[in-house]
């Protein structure tokens, strides 16, 4: 029973009586040391090598002081930042060579376990002291909290926007699949939205069932990306030769919001900005800031030198990047709309940029098979790995930093923020093209070139549920 405790009562109320009631403590995280969990976890798996009579490298796991001294190059192990600890590097696979050699990873709830030491200062018992490091905390280990949120809903409605008045619209159908060009997931519902003929497809993934359909009868969407809240959908297409547009809509009532025609062929890539009133438009090797209210152009930005085939804006608007067939990627400033920076390393067309909800981060993929991330300011490199023999062909990121990527080996692969693959889905049965993270409940869906849509529950092997988008039944 609820019991209504006024102000003048609580003034009554003795110490001793209110002492009685204490707010309830927070459990306290058990601490992770040296000695009652690194250390047996090390002579498990390392001191084969690593031991106390000639350990290779000079470097000693067996004791503490001799851990945290390092080896022949140096220190190993950096308190409070994993993604600057060699040790944690190798041992997770980010970088090579991969310890234990030529052996499987070591099983993730031991790599936790190693993360939560370093993070927590490398605790030699439980009545230690951290330690700590003058080194400037690495931007990939501080992962924080989304720029953008759904608008809170009424009570007990779920997180992000669902179509709830949606025109009722058939799905077009054909006898035999196309490849899956453009799809896209909401980060903060379970909705995933993938090119249709002539529309936009809108699947529920919890459902498992179509949850709506846009039409789109300016041609084909070759691109689809929802809004950093959630709230807007966009598809970028056209036809080919003929003529290209980019049309946005609300998420919950299915209305055009805007449809903005550009050239004689189709748009392979655009953004929207944040605010909803800035669309950056890849036009041939030239990028076309346009008004979503009017249309107007109000700037162009010359700094490709090939065709313009993925983009994206950051969570909070101050940043664009944009990349092409060339390998070349730029990254700009919306502020004034200056040219901050070329990304050098790309070798192939670009072929997602997925920023890190936070802002702080931008990951690029690239048809040269390479994944490479990017601090948001200033674009100075951080990581860069092979994720996909023969190329990668699409790239997502989730809430809390963790990437997706999905190639022309025909594989779904998800990496954390060193560049450690994480789990492997496939092979599948034609080149997956196309990835999206599912914001609720956090589950990976992807699209091929036979035209079939997959989604994974992201602790099981075999997909959830599979669709045929535009096909029909069978």
């Known amino acids: 029973m609820y019991v209504r405790i006024t102000t003048l009562a609580l003034l009554l109320a003795s110490p001793a009586v209110l002492a009685k009631d204490?707010?309830?403590?927070k459990p306290k995280t058990p601490k992770v040391t040296f000695r009652d969990h690194i250390g047996p976890l090390?002579?498990?798996?390392?001191?084969?090598?690593h031991g106390s009579g000639q350990p290779k490298a000079d470097l000693d796991l067996s004791r503490y002081v001799s851990a945290i001294?390092?080896?022949?190059?140096?220190?190993?192990?950096?308190?409070?930042?994993?993604?600057?600890?060699?040790?944690?590097?190798?041992?997770?696979?980010?970088?090579?060579?991969?310890?234990?050699?030529?052996?499987?990873?070591?099983?993730?709830?031991?790599?936790?376990?190693?993360?939560?030491?370093?993070?927590g200062g490398l605790l030699?018992?439980?009545?230690?002291?951290?330690?700590?490091?003058?080194?400037?905390?690495?931007?990939?280990?501080?992962?924080?909290?989304?720029?953008?949120?759904?608008?809170?809903?009424?009570?007990?409605?779920?997180?992000?926007?669902?179509?709830?008045?949606?025109?009722?619209?058939?799905?077009?159908?054909?006898?035999?699949?196309?490849?899956?060009?453009?799809l896209a997931?909401?980060?903060?519902?379970?909705?995933?939205?993938?090119?249709?003929?002539?529309?936009?497809?809108?699947?529920?993934?919890?459902?498992?069932?179509l949850a709506g359909v846009l039409p789109f009868p300016e041609g084909r969407p070759h691109q689809l990306a929802f809004s950093a809240d959630g709230e807007v959908i966009w598809a970028s297409g056209g036809q080919a030769g003929v003529s290209g547009v980019v049309v946005g809509w609300t998420v919950r009532t299915?209305?055009?919001?805007?449809?903005?025609?550009?050239?004689?062929?189709?748009?392979?890539?655009?953004?929207?900005?944040?605010?909803?009133?800035?669309?950056?438009?890849?036009s041939n090797r030239v990028v076309r800031i346009v008004e979503t209210p009017?249309?107007?152009?109000?700037?162009?930005?010359?700094?490709?030198?090939?065709?313009?085939?993925?983009?994206?804006?950051?969570?909070?608007?101050?940043?664009?990047?944009?990349?092409d067939r060339g390998g070349g990627l730029v990254l700009w400033e919306t502020r004034q709309w200056d040219r901050v920076s070329a990304l050098p390393g790309h070798r192939g067309p670009v072929t997602g940029i997925a920023w890190r909800p936070d802002g702080r981060v931008v990951a690029s993929a690239s048809q040269d098979g390479t994944v490479r991330q990017w601090?948001?300011?200033?674009?100075?490199?951080?990581?860069?790995?092979?994720?996909?023999?023969?190329?990668?062909?699409?790239?997502?990121?989730?809430?809390?930093?963790?990437?997706a990527t999905v190639g022309r080996d025909r594989l779904a692969r998800t990496w954390n923020q060193a560049g450690a693959e994480q789990k492997q889905r496939g092979p599948l049965t034609d080149i997956a093209t196309r990835v999206g993270m599912v914001g609720v409940p956090g589950w990976l869906v992807v699209g091929d070139w036979s035209g079939t849509v997959r989604l994974w529950r992201e602790s099981d092997p075999t997909p959830l549920a599979t669709w045929h988008p535009g096909v029909a039944s069978r």
């Open 22 to 25: 204490p707010a309830p403590a």
């Open 42 to 49: 090390f002579r498990r798996r390392c001191t084969g090598c």
């Open 69 to 119: 001294a390092g080896g022949s190059s140096g220190e190993v192990l950096v308190p409070g930042d994993p993604l600057q600890s060699r040790l944690y590097l190798l041992v997770s696979h980010a970088e090579e060579p991969h310890m234990p050699p030529k052996r499987p990873r070591v099983p993730a709830a031991e790599l936790k376990l190693i993360r939560q030491w370093i993070d």
């Open 124 to 182: 030699a018992t439980a009545t230690s002291r951290p330690r700590t490091s003058r080194r400037p905390r690495s931007v990939l280990s501080r992962v924080g909290p989304p720029l953008r949120r759904p608008v809170p809903g009424g009570k007990g409605a779920q997180p992000g926007a669902r179509p709830t008045g949606w025109p009722s619209v058939a799905m077009q159908t054909a006898s035999r699949g196309r490849a899956v060009v453009a």
């Open 185 to 209: 997931a909401s980060p903060w519902s379970s909705l995933v939205a993938v090119g249709g003929l002539g529309q936009v497809l809108v699947y529920d993934a919890v459902s498992k069932k």
């Open 254 to 282: 299915g209305k055009r919001l805007f449809a903005v025609a550009d050239g004689e062929d189709v748009v392979l890539a655009a953004a929207l900005d944040p605010s909803g009133k800035q669309l950056a438009i890849g």
């Open 294 to 323: 009017s249309g107007r152009t109000i700037r162009r930005l010359a700094g490709h030198t090939n065709w313009i085939v993925s983009m994206g804006f950051s969570p909070d608007g101050q940043r664009l990047i944009t990349g």
């Open 375 to 403: 601090e948001a300011a200033g674009g100075r490199p951080l990581r860069n790995w092979m994720a996909h023999e023969g190329g990668v062909m699409g790239i997502a990121c989730r809430a809390d930093g963790q990437l």
